[in-house]
């Protein structure tokens, strides 16, 4: 087989007006926020269920807790340390309510002013993209908005699930192995680590 990238490293539109109205909306600065993405094992509707989507058990909800851990500790690190806000935007529409009760409303009280949760699913791909132009940092266990950040130029960290598939690979092989992780096996100063050698040689990681 010939090496096929994903169809998210050709979308080239973009809807300014969309993404500056969102910003503005919700005190989010050109530049100076971290967005970030994650992936439940929760199912769409709460029955039928697949390998992405699985019946959400006591074990998995036991694993949602441990990745979802390293997430916050990552939030906070950010927030702390920049002074600056963070975007939780769902990639996969269910992770809309995920996103907002499994990791926002767990954030400490003295973070939680400087974090948007975005719940609402994307209108289209050019919002996506109007938005995301402007974040100083992506972190995502989901690919594709990932894939769309570092087509705009916006450094990224991707900790996948394994269990996913092999999409993930796909950073390794552009040349970015360095911001590729397992979340499950990758602790949060690791993550940490990653983030912090990215603000502080920012120019390079956007080169």
Not at 14 to 30: P, S, V
Not at 137 to 144: A, R
Not at 178 to 192: G, H, N, Q
Request: aromatic residues 8%; glycine residues 8%.
């Amino acid at each position: 087989l010939e090496f096929g990238p994903d169809g998210c490293f050709g979308i080239d539109v973009i809807d300014h007006e969309a993404g500056l109205r969102y910003l503005q909306a919700n005190k989010l600065e050109k530049g100076k926020f971290l967005a970030v993405n994650i992936r439940t094992n929760t199912s769409k509707d709460g029955k039928s269920a697949n390998l992405l989507n699985p019946v959400s058990t006591p074990e998995k909800q036991a694993e949602d807790r441990l990745r979802l851990d390293k997430v916050r500790s990552l939030i906070t690190y950010w927030v702390k340390n920049t002074g600056q806000r963070v975007l939780i935007f769902p990639e996969a529409e269910k992770e809309g309510l995920q996103g907002k009760i499994q990791l926002y409303d767990s954030l400490d009280a003295d973070i939680k002013p400087h974090v948007v949760c975005r719940q609402e699913w994307w209108t289209n791909a050019d919002e996506t993209m109007g938005i995301l132009q402007h974040a100083s940092v992506v972190f995502g266990m989901e690919p594709h908005t990932l894939i769309m950040a570092t087509t705009l130029g916006v450094p990224i960290i991707h900790a996948r699930p394994v269990s996913n598939g092999r999409k993930g690979w796909m950073f390794r092989d552009i040349g970015l192995p360095e911001w590729l992780f397992d979340i499950d096996v990758v602790t949060a100063d690791a993550l940490i680590s990653t983030l912090s050698t990215i603000i502080k040689n920012y120019p390079a990681a956007k080169a």
